[in-house]
Structures are given as structure tokens and as C-alpha cells.
């Protein structure tokens, strides 16, 4: 049974940094997506940063130069790495990973189907 458990995450002011962790165990595929998902107060899940089996990663507009996963392949670990954060980036930070069969697209095609639990991030003013 897969499973991802997170650590990280907490309360920080506007420009201020956290690392978030994510523990995935269980499998033993070699095709995969892992990312991090965020959810907002009162809003919707959204994608914010992935990364594939083959290393390739992929990053949401609204993370792109502030989000960095710093794995190169994330095999049983997948950090997040988010720098210079704003109060709108205030949301719970989820774990997720998907493993198909053959990795045949990029990682945004995909819906995951595995989920932790989702740390809190805070940033105030």
C-alpha cells in the first residue's frame, strides 16, 4: 500500500522561506509522478510543481523561480523548496504521486491518485 507522509510546513512572514518533505513508500514501480498539490482556503486543488521518473520536472506559472524541487530523480523522497513566499501563497501543501504503468506523457497529464495528508503553510504580512 502506498503511502506519503509530509513534514514541514508552518508559519512564516512575507519573503520568508520553508522546506516542505515528502516520504513515499510502497511501491516499487519505476514509472511515476510525485508533486505537490496546494489548496487554498475556500478554493480548489492546484498543481504547483512535479517531477517524473525520468527527472523531468514541471512548475505552475505562479511557482516558477520561487518553488524548486531539488531532487534530481525523487525516488522515495520529494522535497519542496519554496522561497520569497506572499500571504497568497497561504494553503495546505499536499503530497501526491501517481504510478502508471509506462509514463507516456508529462506530468501535468496526469491525475494523481495517491495523496498525504498536507501540511500547513502560513504566511503572514
Known amino acids: 500500500q502506498v503511502h506519503l507522509a509530509e513534514s514541514g510546513g508552518g508559519s512564516v512572514q512575507t519573503g520568508g522561506s520553508l522546506r516542505l518533505s515528502c516520504a513515499v513508500s510502497?511501491?516499487?514501480?519505476?514509472?511515476?509522478?510525485m508533486g505537490w498539490v496546494r489548496q487554498a482556503p475556500g478554493k480548489g486543488r492546484v498543481p504547483a510543481a512535479h517531477?517524473?521518473?525520468?527527472?523531468?520536472?514541471h512548475y505552475i506559472e505562479f511557482s516558477e523561480g520561487r518553488f524548486t524541487i531539488p531532487q534530481e530523480i525523487a525516488k522515495n523522497t520529494i522535497d519542496l523548496q519554496v522561497d520569497s513566499l506572499k500571504p497568497e501563497d497561504t494553503a495546505m501543501y499536499y503530497c501526491?504521486?501517481?504510478?502508471?504503468?509506462?509514463?507516456?506523457?508529462?506530468?501535468?497529464?496526469?491525475?494523481?491518485?495517491?495523496w498525504g495528508q498536507g501540511p500547513q503553510v502560513t504566511v503572514s504580512s
Open positions: 510502497g511501491s516499487t514501480a519505476t514509472d511515476y509522478c
Open positions: 501526491a504521486a501517481i504510478f502508471p504503468v509506462k509514463l507516456a506523457a508529462p506530468c501535468p497529464n496526469y491525475q494523481y491518485d495517491h
Open positions: 517531477i517524473d521518473s525520468r527527472g523531468r520536472k
